[in-house]
């Protein structure tokens, strides 16, 4: 399997592909130290999976998967972080990311991932993905319902008709989620909720 590691500090990228460089299956074809350099190897030297971390000069771990599933790159991608921001997360998995795992996995553990990867499965963190778990959904099925149809710009009388229920439940669940969100309004609400994917 043909990897490129992109990552800006000089001796991590070094140290991480060479350790990568001695398993039998993986050969580090590039190494690239910021995303826009990341992009045009990607694109000229063609590797079955990028290492790439989230955060770069120039563009981001995340901008560069992006561009890749924009332009229908084949190219699979595993992002190393230190950070377990949900938000980075569900990006990741909208960019095509296949891969999620901390800086200081193990090699081995990296190796086994990438492996995951290239074979077509996906690979996270245990500890980053009892993170995202934790921040799943936090509507209930029917504020989703609510929100759903205050999207389309129904007012609140008529979500009511539409549901069975009365406009003062409609507002409730309205506010409810506002508020779960910690969304300033109703538009708030709903941008946030569509940001995470909260309500396909």
Do not use: H
Request: charged share 25%; net charge negative; glycine share 6%.
């Amino acid at each position: 399997m043909k990897v490129i590691v992109a990552e800006d500090q000089g001796m991590l990228r070094g140290a991480l592909s060479a350790l990568l460089d001695l398993e039998d299956d993986i050969e580090v074809v590039g190494q690239a130290e910021n995303g826009e350099q990341a992009l045009q190897m990607i694109e000229s030297l063609a590797p079955d999976v990028v290492v790439m971390d989230i955060e770069m000069p120039y563009m981001t771990g995340l901008d560069v998967a992006e561009k890749l599933k924009e332009r229908k790159n084949p190219c699979r991608v595993v992002i190393l972080t230190t950070f377990s921001r949900t938000g980075y997360f569900q990006r990741a998995m909208r960019a095509g990311v296949k891969g999620f795992l901390l800086k200081d996995s193990p090699i081995a553990e990296l190796a086994a991932a990438l492996r995951n990867v290239y074979s077509g499965g996906r690979a996270v963190s245990p500890e980053l993905a009892l993170t995202f778990w934790e921040a799943e959904n936090p509507l209930t099925e029917r504020e989703r319902e609510v929100l759903k149809l205050a999207r389309e710009g129904l007012s609140a009388p008529d979500i009511a008709n539409k549901l069975y229920l009365s406009s003062g439940t409609v507002r409730n669940y309205l506010s409810e989620a506002i508020q779960k969100l910690n969304a300033k309004n109703r538009i708030d609400a709903l941008s946030i909720a569509e940001k995470n994917g909260w309500l396909d």
